[in-house]
T-cell receptor
Framework: DVKVTQSSRYLVKRTGEKVFLECVQDMDHENMFWYRQDPGLGLRLIYFSYDVKMKEKGDIPEGYSVSREKKERFSLILESASTNQTSMYLC??????FGDGYTFGSGTRLTVV | QQQVKQSPQSLIVQKGGISIINCAYENTAFDYFPWYQQFPGKGPALLIAIRPDVSEKKEGRFTISFNKSAKQFSLHIMDSQPGDSATYFCAASSDRGSTLGRLYFGRGTQLTVWP
């Protein structure tokens, strides 16, 4: 089975801290995505990447950055965490050209206090 | 602008009943329409998907109905069970263009099935 692993299930960080969320997939997928999930707002795309060292902004990139140094790893960075970034963060991966959807990780619930 | 609109936001169904969730889209380039199921504390998981060359796809108690001319698709859960209680997301994507394979999600439907 394809596995997408997010390094932390729960995180509590202080306002202003730099936060790293890590995601690793083990099936050689080209594409990786970061979403945040909030009640009533569904899944909102933050950033995505179609290749190593390549990144594209999603719908809500403000306050975030990403890094993809290796094909299997995609990191989401909160440069200076704020309370409005308290959310569930979901990582996903997919294959190019197959149109067969995403595989999601289990999510990281981030609380910024 | 929301690419995929989903309704209802929440749904309560009695055990054994039929659950119906509807989605609509505008972009005629979309050619892949999956549904995801998410249980509390888990990431969404692919449940069933359809392409526009067929009008219906069935897998067990789950059926997607697709209306290309109306640009609508829906998920039907027959004989709904308490174990089906989850959040359901519809989505759409296109294999064409620069955003190859990007899924556009609806906002989700929280389904509760009462025993």
């Amino acid at each position: 089975d394809v596995k997408v692993t997010q390094s932390s299930r729960y995180l509590v960080k202080r306002t202003g801290e730099k936060v790293f969320l890590e995601c690793v997939q083990d099936m050689d997928h080209e594409n990786m995505f970061w979403y945040r999930q909030d009640p009533g707002l569904g899944l909102r795309l933050i950033y995505f990447s179609y290749d190593v060292k390549m990144k594209e902004k999603g719908d809500i990139p403000e306050g975030y950055s990403v890094s993809r140094e290796k094909k299997e790893r995609f990191s989401l960075i909160l440069e200076s965490a704020s309370t409005n970034q308290t959310s569930m963060y979901l990582c996903a991966s997919s294959r190019t050209g197959f149109g067969d959807g995403y595989t999601f990780g289990s999510g990281t619930r981030l609380t910024v206090v | 602008q929301q690419q995929v609109k989903q309704s209802p936001q929440s749904l309560i169904v009695q055990k054994g009943g039929i659950s119906i969730i509807n989605c609509a889209y505008e972009n005629t380039a979309f050619d892949y329409f999956p549904w995801y199921q998410q249980f509390p504390g888990k990431g969404p998981a692919l449940l069933i998907a359809i392409r526009p060359d067929v009008s219906e796809k069935k897998e067990g108690r789950f059926t997607i109905s697709f209306n290309k001319s109306a640009k609508q698709f829906s998920l039907h859960i027959m004989d709904s069970q308490p174990g089906d209680s989850a959040t359901y997301f519809c989505a759409a994507s296109s294999d064409r263009g620069s955003t190859l394979g990007r899924l556009y999600f609806g906002r989700g439907t929280q389904l509760t099935v009462w025993p």
